[in-house]
């Protein structure tokens, strides 16, 4: 083997490696201000510059004949538009697995 293309072999292996090493970063999830919220109704608003996510609590109990029903919304959450399609693509992974382990989940769209 020439020496050039071994040099040209060996700085094609660091550079794979290199590549390898940033790509194994560990991500440390700190989530010591985390708080917890439970929703039952979610809805979602966007401009060409942000998706917001609104999460809330139906508080409507059973089968009202009230022409109302209350949401009461507890949390906001803004974020870019590639951030909410990122978000969008892991709820779809990891739904379609939830699905494949417990059955199809039957949802029809909401009117509001």
Known sequence: ??????????AVV???QAATA???KSLK?????MSTSYANVSNVSITREECGLFFGT???SGMSVEDEVTIKL????IM?????KRLSLLLEINLRAYEERHGKLDV???NT
């Open 1 to 10: 083997m020439t020496e050039i293309k071994k040099k040209s072999e060996d």
């Open 14 to 16: 660091e550079s794979t």
């Open 22 to 24: 940033v790509k194994r």
């Open 29 to 33: 999830w700190d989530d010591s201000s």
């Open 58 to 60: 139906n508080l409507t």
């Open 74 to 77: 507890s949390d906001r959450i």
């Open 80 to 84: 870019t538009p590639h951030a909410a």
């Open 108 to 110: 029809q769209p909401s």
